[in-house]
Antibody, heavy 116, light 106 residues
Framework: EVQLVESGGGLVQPGGSLRLSCAAS????????MSWVRQAPGKGLEWVAN????????YYVDSLKGRFTISRDNAKNSLYLQMNSLRADDTALYYC?????????WGQGTLVTVSS | DIQMTQSPPSLSASVGDRVTITCRAS??????LNWYQQKPGKAPNLLIS???NLQSGVPSRFSGSGSGTDFTLTITSLQPEDFATYYC?????????FGGGTKVEI
């Protein structure tokens, strides 16, 4: 089955770190750009970052540069998002999505809650 | 970053209505514009890419048009399953941005 499954979300204190993972299956992971998109509770979609097939190109939304790092492990068919210095406004459902822009496959999301 | 502005933020419509949602980019983006549909509790679903290319499996009552800075998503004869929130997204620059969304309600 073609799918993306995110994991790693949870409750973290302000200033803390979290690493999200996305496991891809059912398609040739190495041929696709991959992205992270987030959605704060009751709010709209916010594009976070994307990465090319071999990990040599990475792009981030300006507001997150320096705090978040996207990476991938093609041997494990996995995408990652390392999140540091987390703030309350980072609270959101984080989606993994196939493609650098045309996101034709999405995971179910993993919830990150930043609170003391 | 390129800013994407959708209007209206929400609208009320009835089954069978024709619905039009607009999306405006803060600078020209050619036809690098996607439309997504999101239902409550679900991940978004790509409806249209490159401003007017309907994705496989998407009903033909959905259509997209526009180029440059102004774009439109049209739903002819709204169906019960179309009540959802719709987002535009530009893919002209590598830092992608979404519009704020348009909620289509009964």
């Amino acid at each position: 089955e073609v799918q993306l499954v995110e994991s790693g979300g949870g409750l973290v204190q302000p200033g803390g770190s979290l690493r999200l993972s996305c496991a891809a299956s059912g398609f040739t992971f190495t041929t696709f750009w991959m992205s992270w998109v987030r959605q704060a509770p009751g709010k709209g979609l916010e594009w976070v970052a994307n990465i090319n097939q071999d990990g040599s190109e990475k792009y981030y939304v300006d507001s997150l540069k320096g705090r978040f790092t996207i990476s991938r492990d093609n041997a494990k068919n996995s995408l990652y998002l390392q999140m540091n210095s987390l703030r309350a406004d980072d609270t959101a459902l984080y989606y993994c999505a196939r493609g650098g822009g045309n996101h034709d496959l999405w995971g179910q999301g993993t919830l990150v809650t930043v609170s003391s | 970053d390129i800013q994407m502005t959708q209007s209206p933020p929400s609208l009320s419509a009835s089954v069978g209505d024709r619905v039009t949602i607009t999306c405006r980019a803060s600078q020209t983006i050619s036809t690098y514009l996607n439309w997504y549909q999101q239902k409550p509790g679900k991940a978004p679903n790509l409806l249209i890419s490159a401003a007017s290319n309907l994705q496989s499996g998407v009903p033909s009552r959905f259509s997209g048009s526009g180029s440059g800075t102004d774009f439109t998503l049209t739903i002819t004869s709204l169906q019960p399953e179309d009540f959802a929130t719709y987002y535009c997204q530009q893919t002209y620059v590598t830092t992608r941005t979404f519009g704020g969304g348009t909620k289509v309600e009964i």
